[in-house]
């Protein structure tokens, strides 16, 4: 006669540690082998898919394992109703709570293939993270109450009204939260960028959940909202891929016509003699009231404000040796006092 223990016989608890080692064995060694194959094949042939599997593969944990092998062994053995329910929740907890890791995996694979495409642009990447994590895990959570027999629906109506409460209360950070979210999948700018807002000037450092850093010309750190930032006219010289300029110099009035004929020309040598730069123009652009006032145009085929004044200054320094070289004198603004009338003599009786 076989043994009883807790209402099992002995062949069954035996047939159930049997069964719970083996599949406690099986999965983690399936698990390794699966892993080490896709890392093999990933590595020949890099391709999306594969990635993911080993992504998923690799997020599998060993609780669900052993969640699975109990499961299975448990089949062997009979235990009284009032064990079955917490036995049930714990079964359920453990599945949900695997399916929002394989969804985590699953979005993490999916930034990191943006990422790939998308260089820079690690702090967006980082919000849009955020917030696939948020939901994923919401919805795990709910689906895990719904598979437990909590009525879901009473709960989001609830969770509704509560929230509209709750947004009403906290809109100006929930405003930055979705300022952030655009900035994420819109992208107008990205960290290292160099941006212009209204007044403010600087680099972007850090582009966060509810504020981004920027990094003044001066030193010190602008922190500004999302919300606000969106609403701002933004100014990025990070996205500017060629630079263009426009300068005057102004010559005399009498000044002969033969020097002012040469003038263009003196302009456009000395632009074209620099190196990152496409000429456009160079006029004599008008008359004024003390002076000739010549105006040129050209492209500095960098975005680098230091490459752009180093090449203006190179292009002053050869026009103002062309223009002594031609005894060709700047205009300097002048001004003439006028003397008052004197005062009328009385005239002899």
């Known amino acids: 006669m076989d043994l009883v223990y807790f209402g099992n016989t002995l062949g069954a608890w035996a047939k159930a540690l049997l069964t719970f080692l083996l599949w406690f064995t099986v999965l983690p060694l399936a698990r390794a082998s699966i892993s080490r194959r896709l890392k093999g094949r990933a590595a020949a042939h890099p391709a999306g898919v594969l990635v993911l599997l080993q992504a998923l593969i690799r997020s599998t944990s060993r609780l669900f394992m052993f969640a699975v092998a109990t499961y299975l062994a448990m089949r062997w053995l009979s235990f009284p109703p009032r064990f079955d329910k917490p036995v049930d929740i714990a079964l359920l907890v453990i599945i949900w709570w695997q399916v929002g890791r394989w969804l985590s995996a699953l979005v993490h694979h999916l930034i990191d293939q943006r990422r790939g495409h998308e260089a820079g642009g690690e702090a967006s990447l980082n919000i849009l993270r955020f917030v696939a994590m948020l939901v994923v895990w919401t919805v795990a959570s709910l689906m895990l109450l719904a598979n437990l027999g909590v009525k879901i629906m009473p709960l989001i109506a609830g969770l509704g009204i509560g929230g509209i409460a709750i947004a ?135 975005a680098n404000y230091n490459t752009y004044m180093d090449i203006q200054q190179a292009i002053n320094l050869e026009i103002l040796e062309e223009l002594q070289g031609r005894r060709i004198e700047l205009a300097v603004p002048t001004t003439r006092r006028i003397e008052p009338d004197p005062a009328p003599r009385d005239k002899p009786a």
Request: hydrophobic letters at 45%.
């Open 168 to 302: 009403l209360a906290v809109q100006n950070v929930l405003g930055d939260l979705l300022a952030s979210l655009s900035i994420a999948l819109d992208k107008p700018f990205k960290v290292g960028d160099f941006l212009s807002l209204g007044e403010e000037l600087g680099t972007v450092e850090f582009i966060g959940i509810k504020s981004t850093r920027l990094r003044s010309l001066s030193g010190e750190q602008i922190v500004i909202s999302n919300g606000d930032l969106l609403k701002s006219r933004v100014r990025n010289y990070g996205r500017m891929f060629e630079r263009r300029v426009a300068f005057t110099v102004s010559v005399m009035l009498g000044t002969p016509l033969e020097r002012l004929r040469e003038i263009p020309a003196i302009l456009e040598r000395a632009i074209r003699a620099r190196q990152k730069t496409r000429f456009d123009r160079a006029h004599l652009q008008k008359i004024g009231d003390y002076a000739l006032v010549y105006e040129a145009v050209y492209y500095v085929l960098d």
